[in-house]
């Protein structure tokens, strides 16, 4: 049974006007296999945003690298770093560019691994029946499997997972709003002027060799570098995943940010869901985003409020 313990505490904004965090802590209670491993690290997750994946999966890798700067060698205080990581399938050293960490390279890696791992369903690249349950978990390995010979050795033999990736990797952008509104407009010239695009870089343009011809040659505004960048003790969940280490996020999309309650029924934020709004995500920001950070905080409030009110037009 995970448990969750949150402490509220008061942060105070240059205007003098104060905003409560919820700093988490998690753990474990009632273990029915024994101890935990001493180095196990509890690192809970909300899910991703799943718009525009296949747009993002056609940037050209050199178009992501170019805003790499691992020793901050332009001095600005960010740097961000490549996740470099294997293609499960072809094994390929490739650029990581999905999920919290940027740890898959491939809409098909990051499916395969959510079937097997978060619901327990084998495919012919991960092909055990028992997620990850382990060798301690003798009821688990005990349980009939899904397979049905007649369709093939896994629970979702080929085309499952083909036609699963193929919908991952088409669900649409939605349409900006109120794009004219002058506090929108207000609001993304704070976004500009306090650092904000540093990480989440406004535009690219998609190879003009994409695989799908659909995804080719396309202007398009993620708001992401698609790096990692250390994000300051706060958000560390010392967890190192591919290359990203335990203080490293990548940076979160904001395309379809302002559509989050609609979609998700809840506004809930940052990799954990600890941020119960936008003001709250921001203010943990830290580590690499401490500038950018300190800027919002210390703006007058006509300004905060527009900067919200132009991620809510996203
Ligand atoms: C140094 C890089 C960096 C800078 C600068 C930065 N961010 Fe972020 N931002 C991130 C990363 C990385 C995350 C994901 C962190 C996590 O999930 O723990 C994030 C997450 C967010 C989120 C939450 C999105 C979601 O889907 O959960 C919002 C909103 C956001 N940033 C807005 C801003 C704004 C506004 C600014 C400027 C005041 C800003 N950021 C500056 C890197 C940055």
Not at 9 to 28: A, K, M, N
Not at 107 to 132: L, R, T
Not at 264 to 293: P, V
Request: one cysteine or more; proline letters at 6%.
């Amino acid at each position: 049974r995970m448990t969750i313990d949150y402490r509220e505490e008061d942060v105070t904004l240059g205007d003098g006007s104060t905003v409560s965090l919820r700093h988490p802590t998690y753990g474990v209670a009632d273990l029915a296999y024994g101890p935990l491993g001493e180095d196990t690290t509890l690192s809970p997750r909300i899910a991703n945003p799943m718009i525009g994946l296949g747009l993002v999966q056609a940037i050209e890798p050199a178009d992501i690298l170019a805003h790499a700067d691992p020793d901050d060698a332009d001095g600005d205080g960010v740097s961000g770093r490549p996740n470099i990581v294997s293609d499960t399938v072809t094994g390929e050293v490739k650029l990581g560019r999905f999920g919290w960490k940027a740890q898959n390279a491939t809409i098909h890696d990051q499916s395969v691994g959510a079937m097997s791992g978060d619901i327990g369903v084998s495919s012919p690249d991960a092909p055990n029946p028992y997620g990850d349950c382990s060798e301690a978990e003798a009821a688990c390995l005990a349980m009939p499997t899904g397979v049905q010979p007649r369709l093939g050795d896994t629970e979702a033999p080929d085309p499952v997972m083909e036609l699963i990736t193929f919908y991952a990797e088409n669900l649409a952008v939605p349409a900006r709003r109120d794009v004219d509104d002058p506090e929108v407009l207000r609001g993304k010239q704070v976004f500009y002027e306090a650092g904000c695009t540093a990480c989440h870089a406004p535009k690219f343009v998609t190879s003009r060799e994409a695989e799908n011809p659909a995804h080719r040659f396309q202007l398009i505004w993620p708001y992401s570098d698609f790096l990692l960048h250390d994000m300051g003790e706060g958000l560390a969940d010392g967890q190192q995943v591919a290359m990203a280490n335990g203080r490293e996020w990548r940076t979160a999309p904001l395309w379809g940010n302002g559509l989050t309650e609609v979609v998700n029924d809840h506004s809930f934020f940052l990799h954990d869901g600890r941020a119960r709004n936008r003001t709250e995500a921001i203010l943990w920001h830290g580590g690499e985003a401490q500038t950018a950070r300190d800027n919002f905080a210390n703006a007058a409030k006509e300004d905060r409020d527009a900067l919200i009110k132009f991620l809510e037009s996203l």
